[in-house]
Nanobody, 122 residues
Framework: QVQLVESGGGLVQPGGSLRLSCAAS????????LDWLRQAPGKGLEWVSG????????SYADSVKGRFTISKDNAKNTLYLQMNSLKPEDSAVYYC???????????????RGQGTQVIVSS
């Protein structure tokens, strides 16, 4: 069955960096687009970033553009999110999600991991 396991979250000071990872199994990783989503306390689910199946074409929400970088390693079946210049408003649970297609599918993804918490605070 499809499994998506996120890791790399934690507590970081404003301006700091974190790298999230998502280990995938149970499907042909290179065939599908993937997304990162997040949910802050008391708020709805938000799309953060997505990438195509080949890992060539990334896309970003305006709120993270220029600070976050998504990447996909098809040899390792792993998705990454490098987060730099973190702000308190980036605090949320971050989820890795699988698209049903070769392109990212945002909030309509068909599978989602359990999430990893990111807290940005001094």
């Amino acid at each position: 069955q499809v499994q998506l396991v996120e890791s790399g979250g934690g507590l970081v000071q404003p301006g700091g960096s974190l790298r999230l990872s998502c280990a995938a199994s149970g499907f042909r990783f290179s065939n599908y687009g993937l997304d990162w989503l997040r949910q802050a306390p008391g708020k709805g689910l938000e799309w953060v970033s997505g990438i195509t199946n080949g890992g060539v074409v990334p896309s970003y929400a305006d709120s993270v553009k220029g600070r976050f970088t998504i990447s996909k390693d098809n040899a390792k079946n792993t998705l990454y999110l490098q987060m730099n210049s973190l702000k308190p408003e980036d605090s949320a649970v971050y989820y890795c999600a699988k698209s049903p297609r070769a392109i990212p599918w945002g909030l309509r993804d068909d599978y989602r991991g359990q999430g990893t918490q990111v807290i940005v605070s001094s």
